[in-house]
T-cell receptor, first 114, second 109 residues
Framework: DSGVTQTPKHLITATGQRVTLRCSPR?????VYWYQQSLDQGLQFLIQ???????AKGNILERFSAQQFPDLHSELNLSSLELGDSALYFC????FGGGNYGYTFGSGTRLTVV | GQNIDQPTEMTATEGAIVQINCTYQ??????LFWYQQHAGEAPTFLSY????GLEEKGRFSSFLSRSKGYSYLLLKELQMKDSASYLC??????????FGTGTRLLVSP
């Protein structure tokens, strides 16, 4: 157990629907990062939050949004889902300033859009 | 911009030694990480280099040359369970970790 908790582990939904993925960072970590990994693809950075505020944006579609709450958990909202959104979505967290373990990853949410 | 290059795929035999290279050109450098990722699972931390030289940890070693923008991960006494993707990642600044696309290693009997 890495200490980063992601729910749900698996999600199957239809095109056009909206889903919410949840992440609880490791205790003490202020930063949360969301990544998308499609089949045979590398980790694509989506968005970063630090202590409740958006810090950096990557290749995140306008149909996707995220937020980090006062208790530091984060949610990634995916709407108007398309078949191509099927992927593994990872959340990672890190302490203030980084640290020499980089990011700690959750076990991911596997999203299947049918 | 940020550019991190790794070979896409490598194959090796059980018991052998394999070296996975990574070259990087990034705006900022505060350290380099190697992660292991088995298919469908989360990346897990393997090593961290911030100074030039070799860091050894059991069967795994990682080397860094900052002047050359180069690192490698050395895996010895390969086992079947080492079949996985290996991700090189550069810590470029405040909490910003940039990943390469990963090297898929296949270990055969």
């Amino acid at each position: 157990d890495s200490g980063v908790t992601q729910t749900p582990k698996h999600l199957i939904t239809a095109t056009g629907q909206r889903v919410t993925l949840r992440c609880s960072p490791r205790s003490g970590d202020l930063s949360v990062y969301w990544y998308q990994q499609s089949l045979d693809q590398g980790l694509q950075f989506l968005i970063q939050y630090y202590n409740g505020e958006e810090r950096a944006k990557g290749n995140i579609l306008e149909r996707f949004s995220a937020q980090q709450f006062p208790d530091l958990h984060s949610e990634l909202n995916l709407s108007s889902l398309e078949l191509g959104d099927s992927a593994l979505y990872f959340c990672a967290s890190s302490p203030f300033g980084g640290g020499n373990y980089g990011y700690t990853f959750g076990s991911g949410t596997r999203l299947t859009v049918v | 911009g940020q550019n991190i290059d790794q070979p896409t795929e490598m194959t090796a035999t059980e018991g052998a030694i394999v070296q996975i290279n990574c070259t990087y050109q990034t705006s900022g450098f505060n350290g380099l990480f190697w992660y292991q990722q088995h298919a469908g699972e989360a990346p897990t931390f393997l090593s961290y280099n911030v100074l030039d030289g070799l860091e050894e940890k059991g069967r795994f070693s990682s080397f860094l040359s900052r002047s050359k923008g180069y690192s490698y991960l050395l895996l010895k006494e390969l086992q079947m369970k080492d079949s996985a993707s290996y991700l090189c990642a550069v810590w470029t600044g405040f909490q910003k970790l940039v990943f390469g696309t990963g090297t898929r290693l296949l270990v055969s009997p």
